[in-house]
DNA sequence: AACATATTTGCGTATTTATGCAGTATTAAA
DNA sequence: TTTAATACTGCATAAATACGCAAATATGTT
């Protein structure tokens, strides 16, 4: 790869994140870090971005390094790296929205070549970013609370594929309702995922556990696998064995 | 083998692959890899690439690097002013991907209500922030280099609205080849979007104008209006007004 | 065709550039 | 304060480049 052709990687990734890490690109790059560092500091020598300790900031948004308040990040990190395992090479996999799921596309391995199907904006955003694979989302009516698309269209289309796999950031989960969440919209669409998928996975952080929404999603039968951030031999996650096959 | 012949050679290379390797080219076309580097040096000279360490880069890598920083951003602030007052209630307006017009999104009244669709993650992302108004995205293949839906099922749709306006952040225009891009794919989905709008509207940063790239989008004179951040009046945009209605 | 002239090309050599590595210094975070 | 991560320095090496020159090729003129 040509030195132009790294520095315009680290562009288009400081316009995406508005930050990198020298440790990630020469991971991405294949290059030392040293390399890295030489490239970030001629970026910076021509202004275009500013070096940091640790990588690069974007010119633009420097006041944006600490917005990164994910809510429940580590649990939701240890989720990612489980559910992570599932996904192999050649799969057709489904994304629901939700901060799990873009930490799950954040770990997934670099050279990971699978085709991804979602219906949320941030999620395919943080798809665009992984080097391999194919990103296609099912777009139509978008719904600003859910920043997904929605309605009768997206169902349709979601009819006619069969993926292998299908992950959904769960809100609420319990033994006796199942899935639930609160948009009907959002309902339509999940139920509509869950219809095309041969495996339903649901991601949770043990917070969410037991706690009910107004609308039901899904039986809790309906999901073969149940991953949170606990051992699954848990206290907290029995009641869930008898009625899912898997839970990690 | 001609000199001319394998600098046609070269440049379609360029075309397909955006980078050529002197030492590849050299095995190719079986000379030397000096002459190589004297063709690509009389090409850099001529303007249709960027010789480079190694090798050469289309002339697009150099404009992906200096795209989105900071010093344009004032330019596309004055564009983003004259265009949003282009939009009335009511309106079905089409937008493009780009910088240009997420500044355009940024400016928009609050109380403005149009229903907005668009092909453009980045694009999709900020229209949901407004808080009024219908968000409507195209959905298929994502092409990660313009983080937009591409491919025949986008054209297919688009071809099925009838939008008032559709603004197209450009790339490059000239008076001679009209709007001109780098990527096939996202050539046919930009002419979808022209043909299903009863009025495009051009928003070029004065540096974009008079330039061009390899591929034509549309013909000068299928843009019905034109902005930059220059006064109407400006020479610069002197010849561009026998060809364009509306120049702002 | 024959000749003179200009252009193009390949090769050897000196120079420059790009990159990684090792050791040391510095910084940031626990 | 301690510790781990990151940065810097100098150096080695390989690759790429520039330069001069001579051979080969093309071009134009009579």
Redesign the pocket.
Known sequence: ???KE?HAYIMREIDIHNKV???DLSIQL??????????L?ELDDNGILT?????ALSKSFHFTLQNNTVYSQPEKKIIAQKARELIKDGMLVLLSGGTTIIELIKSLPHELNATFITVSIPTALELLDHPNGEVIFIGNKLLKSAQMSVGAEVVQRLSEIKCDLCFLGTNSIDVENGITDLDLEVIEVKRAMIRSAKKTVSLSISKKLNTVQRMVVCKIGEVDVLITELDPGDALLAPYHSKISTII
């Not at 294949?30 to 490239?39: F, L, M």
């Not at 070096?51 to 990588?55: D, E, L, Q």
Request: hydrophobic fraction near 25%; avoid cysteine.
């Open positions: 790869m040509l030195k790294r890490l020298s440790s294949t290059v030392s870090e040293d390399t890295i560092r030489r490239d500091q070096k940091v300790h640790g990588g």
